[in-house]
């Protein structure tokens, strides 16, 4: 259960002027991303998402905290019917609060949006990985659950793993408590640290400290807790928190400071609210500002922070804080470093090993990383490199060390003439007033964003080799001690006669040789400080969302046509959520059109059914229902008719007319798994190549061909013999003949007789009452409704169709097809003394007896084998589908396992396996717990019958010969109603095939006539 119902908020630390248009589409930017998680199912049902932007750029976190909390009451204050901001709000409430904002310079759309080189298998919908989305599940599914209401903070600005057996102790916790994982004593000489006692409370919190200051902190084990960036205030501390809002200087931390004139203070959350909590702070140190200068030299500004430092000692001071350490959790801070970014997305810290998913990402070669990118042809990526949103083709090599991000096709001839290696070239949105363009930039993996370098070497040699001078890139206006990367005019941005391109910043790897420097020299060029400020994150974020979908369709291909097993369900809700369900429907229709077998396209239909579904959100009713309205039935006769390309265009000029609400939708969808039955029917069909049928001596007219099969049990793999899984997947099911009361309960028996008609009759349930069927069928009209499943005698008359005594499209009338056929008509008879939904597999068991006995009667032969392929055969004609698990089971004797492989033509093999223990009891009919209970003791294991648990249960005794001994236990056993047991033994024989002669009620080992068993 999600952990944030109300609200989950996002902050902007550093927001751009307020007339700047870049500020509001960065807010709503964010916000869709958050709607989108939320449609995807990874944030709760009802969360209310809210981004809030900074008062002022200079409010610290702390500051922005305040402002986030203030903006949140506010909401719940009003959904509560409040006109004033009430604390109260705070009592019951679940709040996350997610700081983003600082630039980085690797990614467009800051740390929050970097994507992770790893998927989540078991999310509902497929997408991309942010760290976003990693902070969000390690906040809702480890540090969050058990949790007490109130608000969490959260950093975004770095990448953070706890494992899942993560405990925190909660039982009546109150005040705050601050989240740790250890770190080294070196890692943490440039961060934080907290100091605590043997409770694990906080007494104090280290920043940058000496190292024997650190070392006061260590562990038994030498690891320190680092501050890491997530705390934790209780509803009643958070409200505490709350009523400083209102209390000058605070007030300026928050917009309503701001409107009302306030001059803006900047406020840490760690560094000034949460020490100020720490019992070994001392509120003299606190407040002059011990942890770092006050004030920064301004004396107006350094009273105002310590007012405010004075007012937080006196509202929070008093509240405990705790400690919580994570023993196995990791964290790394996202650097400036392009080398640490490297060194984290080629998975080679142990933070990212241990992010909380667990598919490895795509690698081309070991230790490099692709991530949300396309890649067409030879393109070879070096270990410790990383691609991410980029699109290329190939023939092109990139070396170690490179970050290469949003490049597009266009860039790849340039960088097929260039060798890459230890450089980041990325390729950038950006919007000049209402015009939006591409940049490139180009900068060394070790590079120092205020030191004297550029690409790996010092500014000197870059000069010297490329001919830029100092005063291109910088003018006299900037302070020669002032000049670094981020403000060189380096980076073109127009050009007045010529397209730019990547080109025109790989130059920069050669030498002044060339037209790169004057092109450079006639460009209109920016540095990083001004291309930041006109970065358009909501056209960066569409790019890479169309570049998933354009991979999408590709997966999609790849995963029908190449029969992979993989569910297409996750990334179809992605697209339906995200607005690009026309394409996929495309993609989709284009792959059924060419696929080369009717199982492929089936596939394609049924991800179409999933899609409209989809598309209706949970409205418009249950998906299953009919599927044959008129206005579909042109496509489907295309279908039926093996037209498959055909037939899927007219179904998507079909499906045209059902998308303008839920209800047609799901209609159509009903429709698509209708048209998707017929292909499958059409797989499954492809059995019959294995039904090899001999000639044999007709008996003569009135002798009757008696078949007698056992009923099976089932043992392992049921539903993995059932068609599309049986020949997508592959299946595997081990089944066991058996006899019931020492009998074969299901048979046939048929014979020829001198009229030219076709006499049925079918009796079944001997256990329950014998009921009888009796229909003669003189026309061919009479036999139309096989393929009616509840039908009056539907699997005789299916069964004369598919052993092709009788075939429906001739022009021959039945009695002329019968007389040259057979020289008169048929009598056939089929029962089963098993109870209706035994689950033992009497009715494709029963399909095969018939068959055998209608073969054998018009002088033809099937050995068991076709008969299993004859039954599959016929279920698809009588259009109940099913698998083979049943006719292997009551038509190959004893102990077997049958097995299909995961492709088309669809073939059943049979392997027997040696018989070595016998079968005891079964019992009907309910599976109630209290029977299983009752029996435990007194068996080494029991099952329910068939694939969907059926009437009987199927036990093995401990003990033989048991059957009186269970009678008396279970009547003795109160609620179980009426039940009967019967005796089960192996069949080892399989089914019997005898001639009997012209007595209907003799069998093979009675009555004045011989038996002849027929092999």
Not at 17 to 39: N, V
Not at 108 to 135: G, I, K
Not at 411 to 437: E, F, K, N, T, Y
Not at 814 to 843: K, N
């Amino acid at each position: 259960m999600p952990l944030f119902p109300p609200p989950i908020l996002v902050t902007q630390r550093a927001p751009a002027p307020p007339w700047s248009l870049s500020a509001t589409k960065c807010l709503c930017s964010r916000l869709l991303e958050l709607e989108s998680r939320w449609r995807r199912g990874a944030l709760g049902p009802h969360p209310l998402l809210l981004t809030v932007e900074d008062p002022a750029a200079c409010v610290g976190s702390g500051g922005a905290t305040l402002n986030a909390l203030l903006v949140a009451a506010e909401h719940l204050s009003a959904r509560a019917g409040c006109t004033v901001v009430t604390a109260d709000v705070l009592r019951e409430a679940r709040i996350l609060i997610l700081h983003m904002g600082r630039d980085f310079p690797f990614d467009d759309c800051s740390r929050a949006f970097t994507c992770l080189p790893v998927e989540d298998p078991d999310a509902p919908a497929e997408a991309l990985t942010c760290n976003l989305d990693s902070l969000l599940g390690t906040m809702t599914h480890q540090l969050c659950r058990g949790s007490p209401p109130g608000v969490w903070v959260c950093s975004t600005d770095m990448l953070l793993t706890v494992p899942l057996a993560a405990e925190i102790h909660w039982e009546g916790f109150q005040g705050t408590k601050v989240i740790s994982v250890p770190g080294s004593v070196s890692y943490a000489r440039n961060h934080g640290v907290y100091l605590t006692d043997q409770q694990g409370f906080v007494r104090d919190i280290i920043y940058q400290g000496p190292e024997a200051r650190i070392q006061e902190c260590a562990g038994p084990d030498g690891k320190v807790p680092l501050v890491c960036g997530v705390v934790f205030f209780a509803s009643e501390t958070a409200e505490q928190l709350l009523a400083t809002h209102v209390i000058p200087p605070l007030d300026a931390c928050t917009y309503l400071g701001l409107d009302s004139g306030a001059q803006t203070i900047q406020l840490s959350l760690f560094f000034d609210i949460v020490l100020c909590m720490a019992d070994g702070v001392t509120e003299e140190d606190f407040v002059t500002g011990r942890t770092r200068e006050v004030g920064s030299g301004h004396a107006k500004g350094a009273a105002a922070l310590r007012s405010a430092r004075s007012v937080l000692w006196k509202a929070l001071h008093a509240i405990p804080l705790s400690m919580a350490c994570i023993p196995d959790g990791c964290y790394d801070y996202m650097t400036m470093s392009a080398s640490d970014h490297i060194h984290n997305l080629t998975l080679r810290t142990s933070s990212a090993n241990a992010l909380p998913f667990r598919k490895q990402p795509q690698l081309l070669e070991d230790g490099c990383s692709v991530t949300n990118s396309l890649l067409e042809g030879a393109v070879r990526v070096e270990p410790g490199s990383v691609l991410q949103h980029c699109h290329l083709q190939g023939p092109l090599q990139i070396g170690s060390g490179c970050l290469l991000t949003g490049l597009d096709v266009s860039s790849s001839p340039a960088l097929q003439r260039c060798r890459l290696r230890d450089v980041v070239l990325q390729g950038h949105a950006i919007r000049l007033r209402d015009v939006l363009r591409q940049v490139f930039t180009l900068t060394g993996r070790n590079d120092d964003w205020k030191a004297g370098t550029y690409l790996n070497v010092p500014w000197a040699e870059f000069f010297h080799r490329t001919g830029i001078r100092e005063g291109d890139i910088w003018g006299s206006e900037v302070p020669r001690r002032s000049r670094c990367l981020l403000n060189a005019r380096l980076f073109p941005v127009l050009h007045a006669a010529e397209p730019l391109g990547v080109q025109d910043v790989l130059w920069f790897l050669g030498s002044q040789e060339g037209e790169g420097l004057g092109r450079w020299r006639a460009s209109w060029r920016m540095s990083w400080e001004q291309l930041l400020m006109c970065l358009d994150q909501e056209a960066e974020l569409a790019s890479r969302r169309a570049l998933f979908f354009r991979q999408a369709q590709g997966k999609l291909r790849r995963v029908l046509l190449e029969h992979k097993d993989c569910s297409l369900l996750p990334l179809i809700r992605t697209a339906v959520s995200e607005g690009y369900q026309e394409a996929v429907l495309s993609t989709l229709d284009q792959v059924a059109s060419v696929a080369a077998d009717p199982g492929v396209a089936a596939r394609a239909l049924a991800c179409i059914a999933d899609v409209l579904g989809c598309m209706a959100k949970g409205d418009g009713g249950l998906r299953s229902g009919p599927a044959a309205n008129r206005e579909w039935a042109p496509a489907f006769q295309q279908l039926e008719r093996g037209d498959i390309a055909e037939g899927v265009k007219a179904l998507a000029i079909e499906r045209r007319k059902w998308l303008g609400r839920p209800a047609l939708l799901v209609r159509a969808a009903r429709h698509y798994e209708g048209a998707e039955q017929i292909l499958i029917r059409q797989a499954v069909m492809s059995a019959c190549r294995f039904i090899g049928v001999g000639r044999e001596e007709p008996p003569p007219v009135g002798h009757w061909v008696l078949v007698e099969c056992p009923a099976r049990i089932d043992v392992s793999g049921g539903w993995s013999d059932t068609p599309p899984i049986t020949y997508e997947h592959g299946g595997a099911v081990v089944d066991i003949a058996i006899l019931v009361d020492g009998r074969r309960p299901i048979g046939a028996r048929a014979r020829r007789i001198a009229e030219p008609e076709l006499r049925l009759v079918s009796a079944s349930g001997a256990l329950e009452g014998e009921v009888v069927l009796e229909l003669v069928c003189q026309d061919l009209e009479d036999l139309q409704d096989y393929c009616q499943p509840h039908a009056p005698g539907a699997l005789l008359k299916a069964a004369f169709i598919c052993t092709q005594i009788v075939t429906l499209a001739s022009q021959k009338p039945l009695q002329a097809q019968l007389l040259e056929c057979s020289g008169g008509g048929f009598e056939v008879h089929s029962w089963s003394s098993l109870p209706h939904g035994s689950g033992l597999g009497t009715s494709s068991i029963l399909a095969g007896a018939v068959m055998a006995a209608l073969y054998r009667a018009a002088g033809k032969s099937a050995n068991a084998e076709s008969l299993i392929h004859a039954v599959l055969h016929l279920e698809q004609v009588l259009t109940t589908g099913g698998g083979w698990q049943d006719q292997v089971g009551g038509l190959v004797p004893g102990i077997k396992i049958g097995r299909s492989k995961a492709l088309l033509p669809l073939k059943v093999e049979v392997e027997q396996i040696p018989q070595k223990k016998c079968m005891a009891p079964g019992c009907e009919p309910l599976a109630v717990r209290r029977m299983m209970d009752a029996l435990q003791p007194y068996v080494y294991g029991q099952s329910l019958a068939g694939a969907g648990g059926g009437g009987f249960l199927y036990i093995l005794t401990k003990e033989p010969s048991q059957k009186v001994f269970i009678q008396q236990i279970l009547a003795n056993t109160e609620g179980l109603g009426n039940f009967s047991i019967h005796t089960v033994e192996v069949d080892t024989a399989g089914f019997s095939l005898q001639l009997v002669g012209s007595d209907p009620k003799a069998r093979g080992d009675t009555g004045n006539e011989r038996a002849q068993p027929v092999t």
